[in-house]
């Protein structure tokens, strides 16, 4: 007797996910705010915005809720949405969350002992000492949050990451909301070594001291209690942009 022939099993193929409109709409308002083309505070012209991104009213207000939900946008009765500004109260609270993402991210790091992790974050490093030489604010404040950025990536945990993401772009709100404008530090201050050290040292405590002894220090620069105490620092401004010049491109472009 023939034994059945054996069946051939079929492949598995996964689903590839596409971006949808309100996905590609949010990233686009997320640049636009981490790059200060929406400032803070500016209103959120549907209309206009929807015009400029060539994309309807409905999905625009979609992702922009998702933001407001992010606490990137604020809404305002009577007046719609705005670009949110952080006031004092809001920066303690954004930066004792990234105290926590960041001090867990090291942490996750070492426990994984991955060298490659650990020479992506120094890269950052090396990117951002380059940018501190120059005068571009913009350059050195990218740099910055990019090694912050680059420290969580380095856990390899996708929703941190993501977290993480946001609280980045609140944290150049934080900028933009100072009343000085825009202004960074332009010195690397040891902290920065420091984490890095502990990384490579596999000393979760020290390398959570440093985030937050760097961290405290940034929030006394941007409050002003760093010049209260009669304490120098070297920064650099960036020039202030015209209050109504932002142009957003055609989503997907």
């Known amino acids: 007797m023939l034994q059945n ?10 689903k590839v996910h596409r971006p949808s409109t309100v ?22 012209r549907e209309v206009e915005i929807a015009g400029q991104l060539g994309v309807s009213r409905s999905p625009l207000r979609e992702a922009a809720q998702r933001l407001v939900q992010e606490g ?3 809404a305002h009765p009577g007046q ?5 500004y952080v006031d004092e109260d809001r920066l303690d609270d954004l930066f004792e969350a990234r105290i926590a993402v960041e001090s867990h991210a090291a942490r ?3 426990d994984r002992n991955d060298d490659d992790a650990i020479a992506a974050v120094e890269k950052a490093l090396a990117r951002l000492k380059e940018a501190a030489e120059g ?11 990019d090694f912050h950025l680059a420290l969580v990536q380095a856990a390899g945990n996708a929703h941190l990451t993501q977290y993480m993401s946001t609280l980045v772009i609140e944290t150049r ?19 920065y070594h420091a984490i890095v050290d502990a990384l490579k040292a596999g000393d979760g405590d020290a390398a959570a001291d440093a985030i937050r002894e760097q961290l405290a220090a940034a929030v006394d620069r941007l409050t002003g209690k760093l010049a209260e105490r009669g304490v120098e620092v070297d920064t650099v401004a960036e020039e202030a942009k ?5 142009s957003l491109g055609p989503i997907g472009q």
């Open 23 to 44: 996905d590609l709409i949010a990233a686009e308002l997320r640049k636009a705010i981490y790059s200060g083309a929406l400032q803070v505070r500016a209103p959120l």
């Open 108 to 110: 996750m790091i070492i």
């Open 242 to 246: 015209p209050a109504d010049g932002y």
């Open 80 to 84: 719609g949405l705005r670009v949110a």
């Open 72 to 74: 990137l946008l604020t």
């Open 173 to 191: 709100l934080a900028s933009y909301s100072s009343k000085e404008g825009y202004v960074v530090r332009r010195d690397v201050t040891p902290t």
């Open 135 to 145: 005068d571009d604010a913009r350059a050195i404040g990218d740099a910055d949050l």
């Open 5 to 14: 022939p054996v069946q051939a099993t079929a492949p598995t193929v996964l």
